[in-house]
């Protein structure tokens, strides 16, 4: 079951997994605007976004690895997020890695993060990022997830 629509923005994701609680997103959406982040699928088995290698480049002209680590955190959080219930339960990055394969001096990359574990208190993710056009892998990235209950402030509020 995909929860976003295709072209949706990341922050329309995490809405359309919880439309019933009114968060502040307004961080996350600047961050993933500026990279161009568009979410393409989100499922609790797999979510795939994109971002253009333009405007994310280093001064050399090829895809940041920033850029490159950003869209691969935030692949794997999405879907950690929907796999530990979110927002009763909020998943935060533990550890990061990725492996550049070869440079993207041009184009679209896309991302698909699909899970390696999912426990109760952990979850690790694997995503490939590949060029749209040519389907060469670009990077491999890994990223290991915290699992907590959400702590209500006191009064009950969100």
């Known amino acids: 079951m ?3 629509a295709p072209g ?13 609680v009114a968060l502040d997103l307004s961080a996350a959406e600047a961050f993933l605007r500026k990279l161009g982040m568009e979410v393409l699928e989100t499922s609790s088995e797999r979510v795939v976004g994109q971002i ?6 280093q001064p050399d002209g090829i895809l940041h690895g920033g850029a490159t680590m950003a ?15 979110w927002p009763e339960n909020l998943v935060m990055g533990l550890q990061q890695t990725c492996n550049f ?4 001096s041009e184009g679209v990359v896309v ?12 979850q690790i993710w694997d995503v ?3 060029h749209r056009d040519t389907g060469k892998l670009i990077a491999q990235g890994r990223v290991t997830l915290a699992v907590r209950p959400r702590v209500k402030p006191e009064g009950g509020a969100r």
């Open 8 to 20: 949706a923005t990341a922050t329309d994701t995490l809405r359309a997994v919880t439309d019933h």
């Open 101 to 104: 394969i070869r440079p993207a």
């Open 52 to 57: 253009p290698v333009e405007g994310n480049t």
């Open 128 to 130: 490939q990022v590949t």
């Open 71 to 85: 869209l691969v955190e935030s692949l794997a959080s999405i879907g950690a997020a929907v796999r530990a219930g």
């Open 111 to 122: 991302g698909v993060a699909t899970p390696l574990h999912a426990g109760r208190t952990t």
């Open 2 to 4: 995909s929860l976003a």
